[in-house]
């Protein structure tokens, strides 16, 4: 008996050694930081390598270590305690969460305590996790949903969701103040439909059936009052997954800003056309009712001086040439007018034109002064450009008259025009693509100007020189020009400085003809 009694009980001590080592393997191999440490004391009395690499050192310098030797806190060993009694009594464990410095960099980790046995101060088997990844990917998470929270305040623009297998919605807490309700509600067509305005109720709730029958896009816009003040809403929104993934997924705006925006462009669209309207009746005026008596004065001066002559002195005569010099001004100044407002109000037909063969052509209309004065104009122009012939004409005679006039007594004028296709007019703040354009420059070596000057030239009746100057005109020319380059949806500058000439560069776009 005693020998078998031994010999079962060798068995049994080599069954619990066989344990202990498979136990002590897994613990050593685990891919778990794992260690076993005394509550009492706090030091370590086993770890496994993988706890160790965690800790950054070695196993063999970890054991008889307190958790602070490891870089965790005084009190952890007592938090974890703690918590393993809590899992005694509860049945679940409550992690503790603490952290390291390895490296220079902090890391977070989660520690989950288990006692060994049931005795209050028996060894705690503690599993360790790395969480700073996921701590930060959940920071990460947290700022993007503050920042999408933050950009749907400022658009006011709220987001929402329908799961067609379910039926269940999901408003964005900006949705729920668009329609002037309290985040956190229970959100449904019900809902939807309640916060809208009176007036609307009926199209919304239309529009909803029909979405829900036949699921596709969806548009609507509809009203709600907030306050006692109605805003306007705009929904759009898409049909997303199919079968039971299937869901609505939109946003909606608060769009009131932009309607209201709108209906004042639309007024002050109603503004300009009355007040070209009144031009167009300023024009007739002054083409009948101002011209009128201007001709009378004009033709009772000149019989005064035909007939009486000869009995008037010399006081009288300078007297009668300064009414029939204002007279001539007035008569300039009124066509000049005139010509301005048909800048401005006949219709803009645009065809293409041949650059050349127009300047060409109004070279040839200079042919007299240019022969008084010895002038020449030098062109350098090719391509074809897009515009109203009769204005963009017009434009070219402004320019190249007012070189061929701005010149030193004594000194031949010289202008000369530039012309070509190009990709490097200023683009449309809405459109970073460079439009292509007609450049056209138009320079001359004649008396110039300042450079603070060039910006006040364009004014109507804006003259750098007084009327007693050797150079005549009315002010209204360069005035002209602009309007026709604003109107071609162009660009006009000018550089200049005293003495040493000025240019002008227009620029007019050359994809008119396929405008809308």
Not at 10 to 37: G, N, T
Not at 117 to 122: G, K, L, N, P, R
Not at 217 to 228: A, N
Request: glycine share 8%; proline share 3%.
């Amino acid at each position: 008996d005693f020998c078998l009694s031994r010999g079962l009980g060798d068995v049994y001590k080599r069954q619990l050694e066989a344990r202990a080592r498979r136990y002590e393997r897994m613990f050593d191999e685990a891919p778990e930081a794992l260690a076993l440490m005394c509550r009492v004391s706090g030091r370590v009395i086993e770890i496994n390598e993988t706890a160790a690499e965690l800790f950054g050192t070695s196993r063999k310098r970890c054991l008889g270590e307190h958790v602070q030797e490891l870089g965790l806190g005084a009190a952890v060993i007592g938090q974890l305690s703690e918590r393993a009694r809590a899992r005694q009594d509860h049945g679940f464990p409550e992690p503790v969460a603490c952290s390291i410095t390895r490296g220079g960099e902090e890391r977070a980790l989660l520690a989950f305590a288990s006692p060994m046995t049931d005795d209050s101060e028996s060894p705690l088997c503690v599993a360790f996790h790395d969480v700073t990844d996921h701590e930060r990917a959940l920071s990460h998470m947290r700022t993007y949903h503050e920042q999408f929270l933050r950009a749907q305040a400022l658009t006011q623009v709220g987001s929402w969701e329908i799961d067609l297998k379910t039926g269940q919605w999901f408003w964005s807490d900006q949705l729920f103040r668009l329609h002037g309700l309290e985040p956190g509600r229970t959100a449904d067509a019900a809902l939807w439909i309640e916060s809208v305005y009176e007036d609307d109720k009926l199209r919304v709730r239309d529009a909803l059936e029909a979405a829900f029958v036949t699921p596709s896009c969806f548009e609507l816009s509809y009203r709600v009052e907030i306050d006692g003040e109605i805003h306007m809403i705009e929904t759009m929104g898409e049909l997303r997954g199919e079968g039971a993934e299937a869901a609505f997924y939109g946003t909606s705006q608060d769009v009131t800003e932009r309607v209201r925006s709108v209906d004042e462009l639309r007024a002050y669209a109603d503004q300009l056309e009355l007040a070209n309207q009144d031009l167009q009746e300023f024009a007739c005026v002054a083409s009948h009712d101002l011209q009128e008596p201007l001709r009378k004065v004009m033709a009772f001066s000149d019989r005064l001086r035909s007939r009486y002559s000869d009995q008037l002195d010399d006081r009288a005569q300078d007297y009668l040439a300064r009414v029939q010099g204002s007279a001539e001004r007035m008569k300039t100044l009124i066509e000049d007018l005139l010509e301005l407002s048909r800048v401005a109000t006949n219709t803009h037909h645009v065809e293409e034109i041949d650059a050349r063969a127009m300047i060409e052509d109004l070279v040839d209309m200079f042919e007299v002064r240019l022969e008084s004065t010895g002038g020449r104009v030098e062109v350098e122009v090719e391509g074809m450009m897009e515009g109203d012939p009769v204005q963009l004409r017009q434009l070219l005679q402004n320019l190249i008259s007012n070189g061929l006039k701005f010149h030193e007594p004594g000194t031949p004028p010289l202008v000369r025009v530039f012309g070509r296709v190009t990709d490097e007019a200023p683009a449309s703040i809405l459109d970073l693509t460079p439009r292509r354009s007609y450049e056209l420059v138009v320079e001359d070596e004649g008396i110039g100007m300042p450079q603070e000057m060039c910006g006040c030239i364009f004014e109507p009746f804006k003259r750098l020189h007084g009327r007693s100057s050797k150079y005549d005109g009315s002010g209204i020319g360069l005035a002209i020009c602009r309007k026709i380059v604003e109107r071609h949806g162009g660009e006009i500058r000018v550089d200049s400085a005293k003495g040493l000439g000025t240019r002008f560069t227009v620029h007019v776009p050359i994809d008119l003809l396929s405008a809308p």
